[in-house]
Structure formats: C-alpha cells, structure tokens
C-alpha cells in the first residue's frame, strides 16, 4: 500500500540471528569431479560457500591449512601454529580459525589475503566454534585435567577472555562438534564427558551452567529453532536439550557416537552409530522422537547435511574407501567410492559439491557432485482438497522428488491441464486458477511427476465450489513489529499498518496498539505507552483520530474528516465481541472503535520519551459476514530483528470456506520509497498449531506472483532476482502467522503484506 510506503523508517539495532540463505541448484548427476591432494594427516575439513573456498587442516608439528578453490580445484598452503586441532570459519567476515594446541594461540587466517594473526589461549586449545551473529569465537582448552576452559575471543578486536571453568572434553575435543553455537539463543555448548554433562555458555553474560546426566562425544545446535542436541554414547540415547531453559529430553533409538548433524530447513537431526554395519538414526525436532534408523555403511565417522537437497553424506572410515548417501525424503541408501580411510565429509551449498577428507598418509580429497544418481519421482507434498466460494481464486500446490528433477503436469478429473482461460501454473509445483471459479472448476485435482527414471501420481484433491451464505473472510488483522518512538538512540522507528476496507458502504473495526500487555504472553522489551494515530489513504495523508490509553476518549476527527466519522473508545466488551484477548485495566495500551467508509488506511503507532520495544498493532472487523465489506489487506512496515524483533503477521480466516491469500515480504523493493532496507527478508507461513505451511526465499520473477499482486494493486517488483519473497496459498478457515525475518543478519525496514484475492 503506497500510503504506507510513503513514510520513512530507519534501522537502529543490528539483526541477531541469521537464518541459512538456500538457493536452488538444478539437479545434476552425481559423478567424481576431482582428487585433490593436500598433506599428510588430514582431519577437519570446512567450507565457505560464500567464497567458494574450502579449508583442510592436518595434524602436525608445523601446522598447515591447505585452501582448495572450489572453482577450479587449486590449492594454497598456509602456514598456522604447531599441531592444529580445530578449525571453524566466519561466512560472514570471511575468516578461519584454527587452534594450535602446540603454541596454545589461534590462528586467524583472512580469507581473502591469506595473512595470518597470532591470537593466545589458554593451554592445549581444541574445539573451535564461530558465533557469526555476535562475531565471537569460542575455543575450547583442554587441558587434560578437570580445569579445562574456555577462550572467547572478540571477531572484530581479537581481544580475548578465559572462562574459568572445570570444562575438560576429553579426547573427542578434536572434533568440531564437541562444540556448538546456537545463534538464535546465544547459547554454545561444550561437551564435558569426564564430568558426564554439558557446560552451557551464556553468549551475553559468559555465564557457565552445566547440564548433567550424559557423556557425549559430539553436540550440534539448530539456532531456529533453538535446540542443541548431545550424543550421550554411555547411555546409549542422545540428549535434547531446550536453549530457553536447559531443560532435557532423552531420545532412545540408536547407540549415538561421535558426529551429529542437523537440518534446520527440515527439523531432523541425524545421529551415527559407528560398527559394522554402522546405522544413521533420524529424529523429528518437532516431537523430539526417533523416526527411522537407516543403514549407514561400515564404520560411519562423520555425517553432513545438504539442506537444499536435503541429502544426508555419511563418511565410512574403512580401507574399502565408501561415502554413503541418503535422501532426507525417503532415507533411501546409496554409496560411491572415495579414496582410502575416508574421515570427514563438508557439503557446498551454493555449488552443491561434496568434499569427503581422506585420512591416508599423503592426504586427499575426493570432490563429488551433490545430487544423487538418477532416482524415480516421489510425492513429499500431496495436494489439499479445497471448499472456495463462487468466484474466488484457488492455488493447489504439491511437490516431488527425483533425479533428475521431474516434471509437473496437473490434471482435473483425470485430464491434463494447460495453461490459459485463468489457469496458470499447469506444469509447474503450482497449479493457480486466477479466474472466477465456478461448477466448471470443481472435480478431483492431481498431478504426475515424472523424469527419465519413472513417474507417480499424486493423491486426489477434491475441489468443492459453492454459494456458501458465510463466505470465508478476514475478521482480524495484525502484525507485531519493533518500535522507536522520536528521540530514541537518534532515531524514528514508528510501526505503520495499513488497511483495506473492500466492498460497498462502512465497516465498523476495533484498532489496537498493544504494548504493555504482550508482557503477559511472556514477550520482553515490549514498548511501554504507544500511541495509535489513524490516517487516511490521501497522497498527504489526514489524521481522522488519535488515541493515548485504551479508557481515555480518542481525538475528534477534523479538518476533511469533521462530522465523517465519529471514533470512540474501544472497550471490553468490543474487544469480547471481535474474540481479541482483553487488555488491564488502566494499563497504556491504546485501541480505537470507529466506523469508515470503504477505502484505505493507515495506524500509526508510536510513543514519547525516545523509548522503544516491541508493539501489536491490531484490526479487527466488528460487522456481521452479512455486511457489504470486508477487510481484504494488511500492510505493516516496521525495522526487522530477530525473535522479539521479528515482524510478524497475523490474520483469521471466518467463514465455511477458503480464502486464497498473497502475502508478500518487501525488502529490497522498498529501495525506491524508504532508506536502509531489510537486504533479504524471507517469510515463512505458520496455522494456528504452528506447524510451519509455507515459506519462500527470494520469489524469482514467479508471474503467478506478478498476475496476482497485479489484480489486488499491489506495487509492482520490477526486479525478478531481488531477494524479495512471496506466498500465494489457499487456506481453510482459521488462524494464521507470516513472520519476516533475514537470511543474513542485517537488519532493515521490511513490509509485510497480506492480501486477499477475488
């Protein structure tokens, strides 16, 4: 909405957490690129797919760190300190760090000049672990006896800290995942086995709390969702452990050992068991249980994950020299030859190659495509049956897998679909009937994926069009977002909804700006006293009304808008009516009853004093499902962080039928209206159980986006490769959130839009 656009934010606080950026490769297949020698020993591996560079460190008296260039296979040798044991690398200040247990220092080595800086630890150094939000780097230095300890060292000033605590890892400190940082909660985890638990560190306040009960040799952290989870090898389970409150789940299944690693895109982590035959177990981050275990050759030593592929690569340490595969979707099993003593694996994102290290004597490194060998199509999404009203659009979406890639082709009632007469998408994941559904439109829905090896047949999806006399609708509109008031740390930081009343006539809504009470719903720094001011859609907007404190009397309209509307407190009741949670007595929160006619407009929500926190602005629509309007879009910009200072959307869907929603993620787009924008938002779709539905990166040029922000007046994206992102769905009656964050950490203004198509 331009009126929305029209306002200038600015960012006054950096992004906390930056979510993996996972760009589609086209699928390619898999056969030995190169063998790439390195030097004697090697045993940690690691990779910047930012800079297509990987990183080999072996393990002697003078300690080296071989640089493959992941584009034409070239290595470098740089020098680092004596006998090396970890290695972790900074994407994004393109920086490695090794630790020399020989000098007790760290090396950082720059990416891009090879120079190198000379960094003093405590003693015998180890584990290393980078925390790219914070840009701090965590070392741990075992000693050999119980007063092992922590260096943390500052990214940006390589000043550095000992925390003084009786962490002592053990031997399996060499491996990188004795050692994990969970961004998202500021949180790393040290294995302490001798002391059977795990030493959790405060990232803010360098905090020690120690979490007992296990004896693990390797721990990974997923920093969406915030969750570490420990191989506890003595107990034979591996060990949850919640980062907001260090509370532990014990999951049985496998016999865990000494790598662990995670899907954060998914929500599986995937644990090995060493033996022969080795086994891989698969656990859902959702239920904390054991899905499958699945074969995983002999004498498994280290796994990694493909989060754009989703396949699983499992090092097999044996003379035979076998990497093997499994497909994240079906846990399917294959494997190929590498060279001798295969050690550890590293995956490439961005170039979708795979490096699996070779322990022999001279050191290698075997370099592979990433897909897996041609495959026959699978369903991993079947398509949902759908009940629209007369005349409202319809999306049906699904997916497959398979290598190659496979086709699409939808079909109704049996017959293959083309695209024209409002259907687009026919061949695609897709399917978007942007014309007026009728009779015509109704049947079963599938489609047929197929590729070079075979073909399948999704499930059916009925679609039911009818004239249902309550219609789905949105009846609640809201999005929570961080807000500055004037004066705070130099900077203006309003929250801006806007809103539109489609149909003939008025409508009745209840506006909110709530702050102190989302302090009940366990959110913290929420903005103590925000005032909500309400404009219209004019080119030089006009204030209609004003509200400070949801008991105190709004501001009668003036000016154009004298004697057109007529604003009134919002009371507990009205809020009882329209089902929003009740606010306390007397407390600062604002809210604003009003009638308005069809049109567009803006809530403004900010404050005084130079404060700043987080805010839910609000709309709800009073009328009955049998008035002539409807809300049909909500508007929000605000600065994007992370967690609390997430921009997130919120929308309820009434009725006996579906609505098709757009909702869109405006970052780079907004270059042309407002300064400092979010680089890369992403958006990720939610129901009311918040089981994740949706989610997009970067929306690519899709023209069902362009066709449908097009027919609601959305502005236009006129860049097809900005990193703008965007849902179209259907969805059934119920209750949703879009939240917007970055793939980066660089925080900036965001729009989130949600739209509604007829």
Known sequence: MKHVLNRISRPILPALLAAAALIAVPARSQTPVAT?????NPFVIVANPVTNKIYVLSFQTAGKVTEIDGATNATTSIAVGTNPKGMAVNTVTNKIYVSNSGDNTVTEIDGATRATTTIPTDLNPAAVAVNMVTNKIYVVDEDNDINGRVTVIDGATRASMTIAKGISPGPHAISPQALAVDSGANKIYVNDPQNSEVAVIDGATNEV??????DGAAVVADSVRKLAFVANIQDGYTVAIRSADLSTVNIPGGQPDLS???NAVTGNVFVIESGAPGTLQVIDEATLTSVTLVPAGNNPLDV????VTNKIYIANGSQAGVMTVVDGVTFATSSFPVGANPFAVAVNEATNRIYVLNNDANGTVSVFDGTTQAAAPTVTSQPQSQTINTGVPVVFTASAGGSPSPTYQWSLNGTPLSDGNGISGSTTSTLFISGSATSANAGSYTFTAANASGSVTSSAA????????????????????YVVAPGGLGETN??????VIGGTGSKTVVLRAVGPALAAFGVT??????SLTLFDAATNPNQISEDVGWQNAPTVPSGVWAGKASPADATAADFSQVGAFALPAGSADSAIRVTLPSGGYTSEISGMGGVFGVCLAEVYDEDPPTSGTELVNISTRAFVGDGDYALIAGFVISGNTAETILIRASGPALGAFVANTLPDPQVTLFDSSQNQIGFNLSWGGNPQISS???SVGAFAWTDPASHDSALLVTLPPGGYTAQVSSTSGTGGAALVEVYVLH
């Not at 790439?36 to 004697?40: C, E, N, R, S």
């Not at 709390?209 to 296990?214: H, K, L, N």
């Not at 309003?494 to 809103?499: I, N, R, S």
């Open 209 to 214: 709390t120690d979490v007992t009960g296990m």
């Open 36 to 40: 790439v020698a390195t030097l004697p």
């Open 708 to 710: 449908a922000a097009a």
């Open 304 to 307: 990694a994950v493909n989060t």
């Open 260 to 262: 662990i690693a995670v």
């Open 494 to 499: 309003p929250l801006f909804a806007g809103f």
């Open 525 to 530: 720094g929420t903005f103590p006293a925000p």
């Open 462 to 481: 009925t679609l039911t069009v009818a004239a249902s006399a309550t219609p789905g609708r949105l009846v609640n509109l809201s999005t929570r977002g």
